[in-house]
């Protein structure tokens, strides 16, 4: 259970993306911090499986079909009377670099940028109705520096970051608080494939990149998208978060004293 066990009682959230590793791990933290939680996952296989392992409710659709949309949230507000949280999880990680066609680039705005967009706008009058919300769309690391062989991927995360800030400043007068948070390398089912479930070697590889000399854990990202939901961050919106293990802090010297080599 998470430190702020209870700081989500009594609030409603939609998680989307929500049937992959990270999005089970932030609808169990919202679940267990006191919160009703509705995972959205286009994959019904694995978006049920979330739900049953989280404790969350479970909702089979295409967050690209705004009548799909606009269902999920009338169905969530009518259920609930309420919507208090929106998590934008959901990504495509459709990318080939340079190589990316016309096709992954549409496909790949549409699903991380317009999508998050355009169930942020079907939130927005049930959370203006009540008197306020949270919105926290998940960025990257990927959104501030270039990565070889990623084109398509970084630059829907950008876009995010920056859809973030007007989104904030566009619902501050319905006191909806719109934040992003930018995880590092953390421990996912991409992760756990390329490394044939080596925790280990997947540690050793990232230490180098990360002050704190691992992955992260989806846990602990998840704990900081929980906090950005709750009334202890009343006074946050605007603001992208950097969940990164120091990744984003660290320059192109690393960790290690550079200016010895001179000496040797």
Known sequence: MSSQAHALSGKTAIVTGGGTLFGEAVARTLVADGAK???????????????????????????TDDAAIDKVVSDAAKSWGRIDILVNLACS??????????????????????????LSAAVRPHMAKQG???????????????????????????????????MAM?????KIRVNSVSPGWTWSA????????????????????????????PEEVANVISFLCSDKASVVTGADWAADGGYSAMGPEQAVPAIPLLME
């Open 170 to 174: 566009d619902y501050a007068p319905d």
């Open 93 to 118: 990680y459709d990318d080939a670099g340079a190589d990316s066609t016309r096709a992954q680039w549409l496909n790949t705005l549409n699903v991380n940028v317009a999508s998050t967009a355009l």
């Open 190 to 217: 991409i992760m756990d494939m390329l490394s044939k479930g080596d925790r280990a070697k997947t540690d050793r590889v990232a230490a180098p990149f990360h002050l704190t000399g691992r992955v992260g854990d």
């Open 37 to 63: 939680v509705l995972i959205v996952e286009i994959n019904e296989e694995t978006g049920a499986a979330a739900a049953k392992k989280s404790g969350a409710t479970f909702v089979h659709a295409d967050i």
């Open 132 to 166: 306020g919300g949270a919105i926290v769309n998940l960025t990257s690391i990927s959104s501030s520096v270039a990565q070889i062989g990623r084109w398509t991927y970084p630059v829907s995360k950008a876009a995010i970051v920056q859809l973030t800030k007007n």
